[in-house]
Nanobody, 123 residues
Framework: QLQLVESGGGLVQPGGSLRLSCAAS????????IGWFRQAPGKEREGVSC????????NIPDSVKGRFTISRDNAKRTVYLQMDSLKPEDTAVYYC????????????????WGRGTQVTVSS
């Protein structure tokens, strides 16, 4: 059974850092692109990063460019989202999702989802 599990969320002060992890099981890991999305209360789900199955393509939107970095460790079947210089507006539930090979711009194109991890940026 395909499964994605996020971890690493928590409470952090503005300007701080967190590293989220997305661990996968139950499918051919290196055939899938992994995206990170977030959703704040009352707002639409927003893509914040994606890495293709071969690791060569990474997409970072302007809203987090220069602060968020995505990477994958195929041996550990894990994708990481390093988040630096966090702002209160980064507060949301963060989800990872999988689709075959290439990144996609919107969440509709992702087939498998984790349950999310809460990130709260507050002083």
């Amino acid at each position: 059974q395909l499964q994605l599990v996020e971890s690493g969320g928590g409470l952090v002060q503005p300007g701080g850092s967190l590293r989220l992890s997305c661990a996968a099981s139950g499918f051919t890991w290196d055939a899938y692109a992994i995206g990170w999305f977030r959703q704040a209360p009352g707002k639409e789900r927003e893509g914040v990063s994606c890495i293709s199955s071969d690791g060569y393509e990474t997409n970072i939107p302007d809203s987090v460019k220069g602060r968020f970095t995505i990477s994958r460790d195929n041996a550990k079947r894990t994708v990481y989202l390093q988040m630096d210089s966090l702002k209160p507006e980064d507060t949301a539930v963060y989800y990872c999702a999988a689709r075959t090979r290439f990144c996609a711009a919107t969440s509709d194109y992702y087939n498998f989802w984790g349950r999310g991890t809460q990130v709260t940026v507050s002083s």
